[in-house]
């Protein structure tokens, strides 16, 4: 699966959007992206995934860089409850379908 | 709520010991995950299992070992407990047969404590 690199932790204020960045530059062309996130010691939350085109749903949007070496998690109204880890993953499509997760970007919104 | 229920929810047990983690996934998931998350790291993927068979292995310790039954609730076994086996334990589950890019999703993890 391809490695990516995403900021250590970020600051948001509360009612702005969140940009989360994600740099994947050795993905490989039939691999996804997902972003989950985690909130203090609770299970990984499914966010969204995406292949190549751009994706929105009720918690956030995602956008891909046409060469898919990067991607960027949107949160369009962040609130406190939106404080977590997010990790960016990207994995090959398969029988196996074990998530590697990396340290994630720890995200903070003040009010 | 994702659907997949793991219990106990905490457990405090001594070293030497030996104790069981259940699964339950989520209602016709067929492939189910085991993760640990220790403090000082992040989420380790230990063991698959697609519809009773062993699918894909992690960093799982001999000590350790999981299975999943006809009815396909799994259960994780850790025995020889030691101080650093205290962890917060994930259990995920999935389809399959889903399309591809299908989403695994999370239980809210067992607490064990070893003193």
């Known amino acids: 699966d391809a490695k990516t690199t995403q900021p250590t932790s970020m600051d948001c204020a509360e009612g702005r959007a969140a940009n989360l960045p994600c740099n994947h530059s050795t993905i490989s062309g039939n691999e996804y992206v997902y972003w989950y996130r985690q909130i203090h010691s609770q299970g990984p939350q499914y966010i969204i995934h995406g292949l190549k085109n751009n994706e929105t749903n009720e918690m956030a949007s995602l956008i891909i860089t046409e060469d898919r070496k990067s991607s960027t998690l949107i949160l369009p109204h962040a609130t406190l409850r939106d404080t977590a880890v997010y990790y960016c993953i990207v994995r090959v499509p398969s029988n196996d379908y074990k998530l590697s997760f990396g340290a994630g970007t720890t995200v903070t919104v003040r009010a | 709520d994702s659907g997949v229920t793991q219990t106990p929810k905490h457990l405090i047990t001594a070293t030497g010991q030996r104790v069981t983690l259940r699964c339950s996934p989520r209602s016709g998931d067929l492939s189910v995950y085991w993760y640990q998350q220790s403090l000082d790291q992040g989420l380790q993927f230990l063991i698959q299992?697609?519809?009773?068979?062993?699918?894909a292995k992690g960093n799982i310790l001999e000590r350790f070992s999981a299975q999943q039954f006809p009815d396909l609730h799994s259960e994780l076994n850790l025995s020889s407990l030691e101080l650093g086996d205290s962890a917060l334990y994930f259990c995920a589950s999935t389809d399959s047969t889903e399309l591809l890019g299908n989403t695994i999703y999370f239980g809210e993890g067992s607490w064990l404590t070893v003193v």
């Open positions: 299992y697609y519809n009773g068979e062993e699918r």
